[in-house]
């Protein structure tokens, strides 16, 4: 059968069954298919792409519950896993505090036996139950604080941008940790989540919202980082509250034309490499010379 109509984009021919309405004429499924590619996406402030639904909060919620929950079924994981730049395991098992010249039969852990993978993996461990009261007390409050945050903060960044900060801000109060007390064994995502504070003022500041219920909810977290610092670890607290300003900054006053995404790699790609070299001259101290690998 011949067909007289053309698509207004291609020109080609279609058949009567495959032609698509357009706003004047008609498209084929080709032209509507390529067209439905090309529709510009909508941008957070910050360039990411907009989602209503923050769905890395509650991933981030699910991977802390569930390591929780191993916590409970294996407890050498929190020694195992949680932030510790420098201590001994002793013959009998027990943990010590840290020397370079340490008896026979005594090993190093934490980051000064090559354990880099407890400057993350620490964010997402929490106190066990048997820590009294605040054991339990600590995950149900960092959690809250996440979902009350986080539902705020990732739709005004984006998926990416949220993730990204999360994990800077989690590594910022490591290092922290590491150079002002290396021998504490630290977990907890409440680095993470002191930056994740800071992103929601930055941001707030940088739509120009109302200021005076921000301006309270810094304050009150300003105020918790100094009344905690007794029974907390205020060095990841504040690493991570200063860490999650730094990106925020990035992300939110970054040039918005061409050079935006090449800007907030940048910056972030520039704190990670300032972060690890704080981490190995600190590691040079402690060990007397020499990273650990």
Known sequence: MECHVRCIRCERHICPDCMREAAVGHQCPDCVKEGARSVRQARTLVGGRVSAVPVVTYVLIAVNVLVYGAELVRPEIVDRFAMLGAGLTGPDGGHYLWTDRYPEGFRPEGLVDGEWYRLLTGAFLHLPPTEGTFGVF?????????????????????????????????????????????EDSVVGASGAVFGVGAA?????????????????????????????????????????????????????????????????????????????????????????????Q
């Not at 995950?139 to 999360?166: C, D, F, K, Q, T």
């Not at 994990?167 to 150079?179: E, Q």
């Not at 090449?262 to 972030?268: D, H, P, R, S």
Request: positive net charge; aromatic residues 8%.
């Open 138 to 182: 600590h995950i149900v409050m960092n959690m809250v604080a996440l979902w009350n945050l986080g539902r705020l903060v990732e739709p005004m960044l984006g998926r990416v941008h949220y993730l990204s900060l999360y994990l800077l801000s989690a590594l910022g109060g490591s290092v922290l940790v590491l150079l002002l007390a290396p």
């Open 200 to 292: 929601y003022y930055v941001m707030a500041r940088r739509v120009g919202v109302d200021m005076s219920t921000v301006n309270r909810f810094m304050a009150g977290l300003l105020v918790w980082l100094v009344l905690s610092a007794a029974v907390t670890s205020w060095e990841g607290h504040l690493g991570g509250l200063l860490a999650g300003g730094a990106v925020a900054l990035a992300f939110a006053y970054a040039p918005r034309n061409g050079r935006r995404t090449a800007v907030q790699v940048g910056a972030c790609a520039g704190l990670v490499v300032l972060l690890a070299a704080a981490a190995a001259i600190r590691m040079s101290e402690l060990t007397g010379g020499g990273v650990p």
